[in-house]
C-alpha cells in the first residue's frame, strides 16, 4: 500500500513538473500575443456636393435623401460616414470654385456629385457647365476619391437641343472617366405631381426615400 502511494506520488511529480515546463514554455508566447485594441477605426467620408434637391430644400435636414442615406450607411456601413456640402441655389461653377476647399477640408473617398440642375433651369452654356463638372471630377479623382455622378433632366420647353445637351453632359462624363452614374435623381417621383411642393421642384418629405432608394442601387456597392 504505501509502495502504491509512493509509486503514485512520484508519477504525479513528474506530470507536475512536466507542466510546470510546458508553462514555462508557453509564457512568453502568450505574452508576445498583442492585446486587442478598443479603438475605432476613422470612418472613411462620402462628401455629397449638390444642390437644393440635396439640401432637403422646404425640409428639416433630416428628412432629405442624404440624411436618410447616412442613416441606411450607418446601418449597412459602419465604415462610412456621410458629409452634405449642398448648398441651394448651387450651380457647377459654384461646385468648381468649392471643390478644392470640401477636399482638403474633408479628405473624402467618395465624392457624390449632383450638381447642374440650376444652370438648366438658368439657361447657363452647357460646354461651361460640363468644364466645371470635369474639374470637380478630375479633382476628386487626383486626391484620390472616387467619384459617383448623378445627372438630372429639365422641361422639354428649353428646347430640344439644349434638354439634350443638358442631359448629354453627364453621361459623356460618366462614359469618359468611367464613373459609377445615376441619370435622373428624381427618375422614380418625377411624373407625380403630388410628389413636389407647391414650387413644383422640390420634393415632399414623403418623396425623400424613393430618391433614397434609387441612389443607393449605385451608392451602396460602392461601399463594399
Not at 93 to 100: P, T
Not at 212 to 220: A, E
Request: glycine share 8%; with cysteine.
Amino acid at each position: 500500500m504505501n509502495q502504491w502511494v509512493i509509486g503514485r506520488g512520484r508519477v504525479f511529480a513528474r506530470v507536475f513538473a512536466t507542466l510546470l515546463l510546458c508553462l514555462a514554455v508557453l509564457a512568453p508566447a502568450v505574452a508576445a500575443t498583442p492585446a486587442k485594441t478598443s479603438a475605432k477605426e476613422t470612418p472613411r467620408t462620402v462628401l455629397v456636393m449638390g444642390d437644393s434637391l440635396s439640401a432637403a430644400y422646404g425640409l428639416s435636414a433630416s428628412q432629405g435623401w442624404v440624411a436618410l442615406t447616412a442613416a441606411r450607411i450607418a446601418k449597412d456601413a459602419p465604415a462610412w460616414r456621410v458629409v452634405n456640402a449642398s448648398i441651394s441655389g448651387e450651380t457647377t461653377a459654384g461646385g468648381a470654385a468649392r471643390i478644392d476647399g470640401e477636399l482638403k477640408r474633408v479628405k473624402p473617398k467618395l465624392v457624390v456629385i449632383a450638381l447642374g440642375a440650376n444652370d438648366g433651369l438658368r439657361g447657363l452654356p452647357m460646354q461651361q457647365a460640363k468644364a466645371n463638372l470635369d474639374r470637380m471630377i478630375r479633382n476628386s479623382q487626383a486626391a484620390g476619391a472616387k467619384v459617383m455622378l448623378i445627372g438630372m433632366q429639365i422641361p422639354p420647353n428649353y428646347g430640344r437641343e439644349y434638354t439634350q445637351a443638358f442631359e448629354g453632359n453627364f453621361a459623356a462624363l460618366a462614359k469618359q472617366y468611367k464613373l459609377a452614374y445615376v441619370p435622373f435623381l428624381l427618375e422614380p417621383i418625377a411624373r407625380d405631381r403630388a410628389n413636389f411642393q407647391d414650387d413644383n421642384l422640390h420634393p415632399v418629405a414623403a418623396a425623400q426615400p424613393k430618391i433614397r432608394d434609387h441612389v443607393w442601387k449605385t451608392l451602396g456597392p460602392l461601399l463594399k
